[in-house]
Nanobody
Framework: QVQPVESGGGSVQAGGSLRLDCSAS????????LGWFREIPGQGRAPVAM???????WYADSVKGRFTIARGNGRNTVYLQMSALKSEDSGLYHC????????????????WGRGAQVTVAG
Protein backbone atom coordinates (compact mmCIF):
# COMPACT_ATOMS: atom_id res chain seq x y z
CA GLN A 1 0.00 0.00 0.00
CA VAL A 2 1.32 3.41 -0.98
CA GLN A 3 1.42 5.71 2.04
CA PRO A 4 2.01 9.46 1.72
CA VAL A 5 3.28 11.21 4.85
CA GLU A 6 3.13 14.98 5.28
CA SER A 7 5.42 17.25 7.30
CA GLY A 8 5.66 20.97 7.81
CA GLY A 9 2.80 23.41 8.11
CA GLY A 10 2.04 25.22 11.37
CA SER A 11 0.79 28.68 12.29
CA VAL A 12 1.66 31.98 10.65
CA GLN A 13 0.39 35.53 10.37
CA ALA A 14 -1.40 36.61 7.21
CA GLY A 15 1.11 37.47 4.51
CA GLY A 16 3.63 34.92 5.76
CA SER A 17 4.95 31.75 4.19
CA LEU A 18 4.91 28.05 5.01
CA ARG A 19 6.09 24.90 3.31
CA LEU A 20 4.57 21.43 3.29
CA ASP A 21 6.55 18.34 2.35
CA CYS A 22 5.31 14.89 1.44
CA SER A 23 7.11 11.60 0.96
CA ALA A 24 5.36 8.47 -0.27
CA SER A 25 6.44 4.96 0.71
CA UNK A 26 5.38 1.51 -0.43
CA UNK A 27 4.98 0.32 -4.06
CA UNK A 28 5.58 3.80 -5.41
CA UNK A 29 5.94 2.60 -9.01
CA UNK A 30 2.14 2.89 -9.08
CA UNK A 31 2.26 6.63 -8.48
CA UNK A 32 1.84 9.00 -11.39
CA UNK A 33 0.04 12.10 -10.18
CA LEU A 34 0.75 13.81 -6.85
CA GLY A 35 -1.42 16.47 -5.29
CA TRP A 36 -2.30 18.61 -2.28
CA PHE A 37 -5.84 18.98 -0.97
CA ARG A 38 -7.26 21.27 1.73
CA GLU A 39 -9.83 19.89 4.13
CA ILE A 40 -12.17 22.26 5.88
CA PRO A 41 -14.52 20.90 8.58
CA GLY A 42 -17.99 20.40 7.14
CA GLN A 43 -16.87 21.15 3.58
CA GLY A 44 -14.79 18.12 2.63
CA ARG A 45 -11.51 18.19 0.69
CA ALA A 46 -10.78 20.54 -2.20
CA PRO A 47 -7.82 20.30 -4.57
CA VAL A 48 -5.17 22.98 -4.15
CA ALA A 49 -2.39 21.90 -6.51
CA MET A 50 -1.46 18.88 -8.61
CA UNK A 51 1.73 17.64 -10.20
CA UNK A 52 1.37 15.37 -13.25
CA UNK A 53 4.17 12.97 -14.22
CA UNK A 54 5.00 15.07 -17.30
CA UNK A 55 6.12 18.00 -15.17
CA UNK A 56 3.18 20.31 -15.72
CA UNK A 57 1.22 21.79 -12.81
CA TRP A 58 -2.39 22.56 -11.88
CA TYR A 59 -3.49 25.10 -9.29
CA ALA A 60 -6.81 26.16 -7.83
CA ASP A 61 -7.63 29.73 -8.90
CA SER A 62 -7.49 30.90 -5.29
CA VAL A 63 -3.79 30.01 -4.91
CA LYS A 64 -2.37 30.82 -8.36
CA GLY A 65 0.65 33.07 -8.08
CA ARG A 66 1.04 32.36 -4.36
CA PHE A 67 1.59 28.58 -4.08
CA THR A 68 4.14 26.40 -5.85
CA ILE A 69 4.04 22.62 -6.14
CA ALA A 70 7.16 20.74 -7.16
CA ARG A 71 8.94 17.44 -6.73
CA GLY A 72 11.38 17.11 -3.88
CA ASN A 73 14.67 15.26 -3.98
CA GLY A 74 13.05 11.96 -4.93
CA ARG A 75 10.48 11.04 -7.59
CA ASN A 76 7.92 10.24 -4.93
CA THR A 77 8.39 13.38 -2.87
CA VAL A 78 6.50 16.59 -3.41
CA TYR A 79 6.35 19.92 -1.63
CA LEU A 80 3.97 22.85 -1.54
CA GLN A 81 5.53 26.26 -0.98
CA MET A 82 2.86 28.69 0.23
CA SER A 83 3.43 32.45 0.20
CA ALA A 84 1.30 35.53 0.85
CA LEU A 85 -0.92 33.35 3.01
CA LYS A 86 -4.47 34.42 3.79
CA SER A 87 -6.80 33.36 6.60
CA GLU A 88 -8.92 31.48 4.07
CA ASP A 89 -5.92 29.24 3.31
CA SER A 90 -6.25 27.68 6.77
CA GLY A 91 -7.13 24.01 6.93
CA LEU A 92 -5.82 20.46 7.09
CA TYR A 93 -3.65 19.84 4.04
CA HIS A 94 -3.50 16.29 2.70
CA CYS A 95 -0.93 14.92 0.31
CA UNK A 96 -2.40 12.42 -2.12
CA UNK A 97 -1.20 10.15 -4.92
CA UNK A 98 -3.00 8.80 -7.95
CA UNK A 99 -2.27 5.90 -10.26
CA UNK A 100 -3.78 7.85 -13.15
CA UNK A 101 -1.44 9.47 -15.66
CA UNK A 102 -3.80 12.40 -16.21
CA UNK A 103 -3.77 14.95 -13.43
CA UNK A 104 -6.58 17.48 -13.39
CA UNK A 105 -9.78 18.42 -11.60
CA UNK A 106 -11.78 15.23 -11.14
CA UNK A 107 -8.81 12.84 -11.25
CA UNK A 108 -9.38 10.14 -8.61
CA UNK A 109 -6.67 9.92 -5.96
CA UNK A 110 -6.09 6.50 -4.47
CA UNK A 111 -3.70 7.11 -1.57
CA TRP A 112 -3.99 9.77 1.12
CA GLY A 113 -1.84 11.10 3.94
CA ARG A 114 -3.30 12.00 7.33
CA GLY A 115 -2.76 15.71 6.81
CA ALA A 116 -0.78 18.64 8.17
CA GLN A 117 -2.47 21.63 9.78
CA VAL A 118 -2.01 25.14 8.40
CA THR A 119 -3.40 28.02 10.42
CA VAL A 120 -3.20 31.60 9.15
CA ALA A 121 -4.12 34.32 11.60
CA GLY A 122 -5.12 37.87 10.87
Amino acid sequence: QVQPVESGGGSVQAGGSLRLDCSASGPTSRINCLGWFREIPGQGRAPVAMLPPDGGTWYADSVKGRFTIARGNGRNTVYLQMSALKSEDSGLYHCAASERTTCRLGTPFHYWGRGAQVTVAG
